[in-house]
């Protein structure tokens, strides 16, 4: 096995791609380990989360190790991503679960968030209307994105649908079948047809109920936030 600080050394000299694939390596040598990843993290501390500082806090996180916990505490108490709200809505809740790869969980919290984002009618109806996403703060909206995106190794996040949507030519029926809403012209039932992991299809997560049509999320992707 290599020496702990040749190990330090070649993980802070490769590509994020490759650091992404060390960590649970690094991780899995013990407290040494830890240390490494520990301090990796404490040198980005007033940097924006990338995906390598959202996998180490997601490791560390799910390791419920003393050391791990008390060092998360004092340095990120809420989270690796910035928990801004224009409507003071706590997204705490919502990083924990994304941080535990608890993607259903995470998946309806994010629902009753934006639905909260909408306000009271919403909240009591429990799904949106696509004119209440256009008042959605970007600030907000950028949260919600970034949670989903850090914590899914860039696999998920409503800014990754857009994406794929956008290089389908803006197409919906096309956009269904790649990111595995729908099957041999069938919608995926909801939940046990879905994959809750990141086996998933790359824009898999979070959901958008598309049986009441397509208005709420292309109200999401023509959102300002994203040509910000």
């Known amino acids: 096995m290599e020496d702990i600080s040749q190990l330090s050394q070649k993980f802070s000299l490769e ?45 560390l996180y799910q390791a419920n190790k003393t050391k791990t916990q008390q060092f998360l505490k004092t340095h990120l108490p809420t989270g690796v991503v910035p928990l801004n709200s224009a409507k003071n809505i706590d997204y705490h809740p919502l990083q924990q679960l994304l941080a535990q790869q608890d993607f259903q969980g995470a998946d309806l919290l994010t629902l009753q968030k934006l639905c909260e984002l909408a306000g009271e009618a919403a909240i009591k109806r429990k799904w949106l209307y696509f004119t209440e996403v256009d008042n959605f703060p970007s600030t907000d909206l950028l949260t919600l994105d970034r949670l989903w995106f850090i914590y899914s ?5 409503f800014s990754v649908q857009r994406q794929i949507w956008l290089s389908l030519g803006q197409d919906f029926s096309q956009l269904w079948y790649k990111i595995g809403w729908k099957t041999d012209n069938n919608w995926t039932r909801y ?22 049509g397509v ?10 936030v994203w040509s910000a």
């Open 215 to 224: 208005r709420v999320i292309a109200s999401i992707f023509s959102h300002p």
């Open 153 to 157: 190794e860039g696999k998920f996040g």
């Open 191 to 212: 939940p046990k047809e879905f994959t809750w992991d990141l086996s998933a299809p790359k824009g898999h997560l979070p959901l958008s109920n598309q049986l009441r």
């Open 15 to 59: 590509s994020p791609k490759n650091q992404l694939k060390l960590i649970p390596q690094i991780y899995a040598v013990g407290e040494p380990g830890w240390d490494i990843l520990m301090e990796f993290l404490s040198s980005r501390l007033s940097e924006p989360p990338n995906l390598v500082t959202g996998k180490i806090y997601q490791v």
